[in-house]
């Protein structure tokens, strides 16, 4: 029987450090570190990641403005508002929350961010730094918190076999530069793929990372491997659930991250860190 990785415990303690590290911020440059959000429409699922943004910022001693903007703002009143902030002094980070309404190019919108500020990681400037992920001011939150979770839980990726399921540009194709520039083997799988299940089978770490509630099934899982979750999905009666089906997949794995509890709760987290990063960017530069 796997043991459960806890991500909300792990997270805690990443919040925990995070908050330490704004108190001396504080401390040293008598201001906070400040997080901008800018949240397009009402979309009730963004509404409620916003919420969490902010209050984890809260917690941590970081300070968070949320700008809203109604659904009906076109492309550039949104890049006005971009470049405002990005010209604001108290402005250390700034997240443009995803997805944004249609008619508005989001590459458009993500490039015209400046990199300094994006806490996301989502900039190319920003992406093209992950092939030396070590040199990086910003790592993005979900993978970041994806090696969090192996490192808290003393996982060592060197030499490992790790398939990530999904090519995602927000998890799966950063996710391998990250674990690849820990020293594990690593394997990218897609829609495409042909014989998954067999790829899979090989992993020691397996991530999840294809929104398809239960897709990851015990026949695809090595006996021992640890298996990561990243999947936020619901089932039919309305529950949250991850790619894996756990029941069945935890009888075979060493570890396993559950949905909700896992992976979710690290993204946060892994925000303030990013945060806190810009800021000390922000000083190091003489920009204050
Ligand atoms: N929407 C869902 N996940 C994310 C995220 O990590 N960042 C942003 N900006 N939007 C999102």
Known sequence: ?????????????????????????????????????ILVGEDPASQVYVRNKRRACEEAGILSETVL???????????AEVARLNA??????????????????????????????????FHPVNVGKL??????TFLPCTPAGVMEMLRFTGIDPR??????????????KPLALLLLAADATVTVCHSKTRDLAALTREAEILVAAVGRAGFITA??????????????????????????????????ASYITPVPGGVGPMTVAMLLCNTLAAARARVFSGKQ
């Open 88 to 121: 604001e002094e108290s402005t250390d980070g700034i997240l443009v929350q995803l997805p944004l309404p249609a008619g508005i190019d989001e590459k458009r919108v993500i490039a015209a961010i400046a990199p300094e500020t994006d806490v996301d990681c």
């Open 159 to 172: 030499g490992k076999r790790a398939v990530i399921v999904g090519r995602s540009d927000i998890v799966g």
């Open 219 to 252: 026949d695809m899982v090595r006996e021992g491997a640890v298996v990561i979750d990243v999947g936020i999905n619901r089932t039919p009666d309305g529950k949250l659930c991850g790619d894996v089906d756990f029941a069945s997949v935890e009888k075979k």
């Open 1 to 37: 029987m796997a043991e459960r990785i806890d991500g909300k415990a792990i997270a805690a303690a990443v919040r925990a450090r995070a908050a330490e590290d704004a108190a001396a911020f504080e401390k040293e440059y008598g201001r906070r570190p400040k997080l901008t959000v």
């Open 131 to 136: 092939f030396h992920p070590r040199e990086a």
């Open 69 to 79: 903007l109604p659904a009906d703002t076109d492309e550039k009143t949104l890049l």
